[in-house]
């Protein structure tokens, strides 16, 4: 299973604990890191995941989500060829850092994309476009679960 974390996700653990949506995708986004972490999922990364990591005004939360992104098995340079597919991805109605992301994620292969974001998750649920599959930490881990069961 490969998986794209995008920068929300990578910040939710350090994001309002007293709030109940981010306690619970924090936890989910924790059991996610940790599967990688374990070998059972490639977590895959990109350079436009580090560029945005780097515009984060608080220095202490660039260290700490640095400090996860360290552990990526696979980190995608953004080449000609994903901008090209970006710009396709943007003409779909997605914002520009979205679709670089996206780009990233479809070149890379990766199974799912996951991020806390509800308006990118509503979007991309309604185009046919996109060569990856997105969802929320929090749900794709539960349907996990469920299929297990």
């Known amino acids: 299973m490969r998986i794209y ?3 929300c996700c990578l910040n939710r653990p350090f994001d309002d ?13 924790l059991v996610i890191l940790s599967r990688m972490e374990e070998g ?28 996860l992104i360290g ?7 953004v080449t000609r060829e994903i901008v090209n597919r970006a710009k396709e991805i943007e003409t779909v109605g997605f914002e520009p ?7 990233c994620a479809e070149h890379a ?15 991309a649920s309604q185009k ?7 969802s929320n930490p929090l749900d794709w881990l539960q349907e996990g679960f469920q299929d297990e069961d």
């Open 5 to 7: 974390l995008d920068v």
């Open 17 to 29: 604990q007293t709030v109940d949506r981010n306690y619970m995708e924090s936890k989910a986004v």
């Open 40 to 67: 059972e999922w490639k977590w895959v990364s990109s350079e436009i995941v580090d560029y945005e990591i780097s515009k984060t005004p608080n220095v202490r939360r660039i260290q700490n989500i640095n400090q």
């Open 71 to 77: 552990n990526a098995d696979e980190c995608i340079a």
């Open 97 to 103: 850092f979205d679709a670089i992301h996206l780009a």
């Open 109 to 123: 292969k990766a199974d799912i994309f996951l991020t806390t974001d509800d308006k990118l998750i509503r979007k």
């Open 128 to 134: 046919k476009e996109l060569d990856v599959r997105i």
